[in-house]
């Protein structure tokens, strides 16, 4: 299901999960990406990088200070469901990756 979901946001082709992340970090980054753009009110605004951690490596997302609300959702549903997807992801490739919203 996973790599069903990875391949029609353009990040994979084939339906074998395994194969639609092999590029790790990279592809989950861009996944994250997409998604909080089509969340937020200013797409343009939206900065995904990536950073080590002593932890593994962090998707550090920025954006717009009004729509900070719409990417963690309420009670943090929807960042704690985009988090969930990128550690399943990151499982498979046998490493640590977490989301962090950064509100600045």
């Known amino acids: 299901m996973l790599g069903a979901l990875l ?35 200013n797409p ?18 920025r954006c717009c200070k009004e729509d900070i609300g719409k990417v963690v959702g309420k009670k943090g549903k929807i960042i704690m ?3 969930s997807l990128v550690s399943g992801a990151a499982g498979r490739l046998h490493r640590r990756i977490s989301v962090d919203v950064l509100d600045e």
Do not use: H, T
């Not at 343009?44 to 997302?61: F, S």
């Open 44 to 61: 343009n605004d939206v900065d995904v990088k990536v950073v080590e951690d002593k932890d593994g490596e962090v998707i550090q997302v």
């Open 7 to 41: 391949s029609w946001f353009g990040l994979g082709g084939s339906a074998c999960c395994c194969a639609d992340i092999k590029s790790g970090k990279d592809d989950l980054a861009g996944f994250v990406e997409y998604v909080v753009k089509q969340l937020v009110d």
């Open 81 to 83: 469901a985009i988090r």
